[in-house]
Nanobody, 124 residues
Framework: QVQLVESGGGLVQAGGSLRLSCAASGRTFSSYAMGWFRQAPGKEREFVAAIIWSGGSTYYADSVKGRFTISRDNAKNTVYLQMNSLKPEDTAVYYC?????????????????WGQGTQVTVSS
């Protein structure tokens, strides 16, 4: 079993930055692919970014490419999402997810564990 705890959300003005963190329990963290998803009010949860077990490859949704960066520190069992040039449309609850496979994917159904989410609000 893996438990995921997100932190770092908050209120920021458009154009600002935030860094989200996701701390994972479990000794097998380094073998898991990790992802970030988000869900805005009234919308479905959507893919944001993913990273393979080693951190050597990443994948982004078109809407965040060039503005967000996903990274991980396997020694700390933590994955990060650096968000720059934030826009009001980035407002959502952001969720961290873990997949019991080393390769990354954008499909929500491919992830086995989820955190409780952290709110990000971007004001205009």
């Amino acid at each position: 079993q893996v438990q995921l705890v997100e932190s770092g959300g908050g209120l920021v003005q458009a154009g600002g930055s935030l860094r989200l963190s996701c701390a994972a329990s479990g000794r097998t963290f380094s073998s898991y692919a990790m992802g970030w998803f988000r869900q805005a009010p009234g919308k479905e949860r959507e893919f944001v970014a993913a990273i393979i077990w080693s951190g050597g490859s990443t994948y982004y949704a078109d809407s965040v490419k060039g503005r967000f960066t996903i990274s991980r520190d396997n020694a700390k069992n933590t994955v990060y999402l650096q968000m720059n040039s934030l826009k009001p449309e980035d407002t959502a609850v952001y969720y961290c997810a873990a997949r019991r496979v080393a390769t990354m994917t954008s499909l929500r159904s491919d992830y086995n564990y989820w955190g409780q989410g952290t709110q990000v609000t971007v004001s205009s």
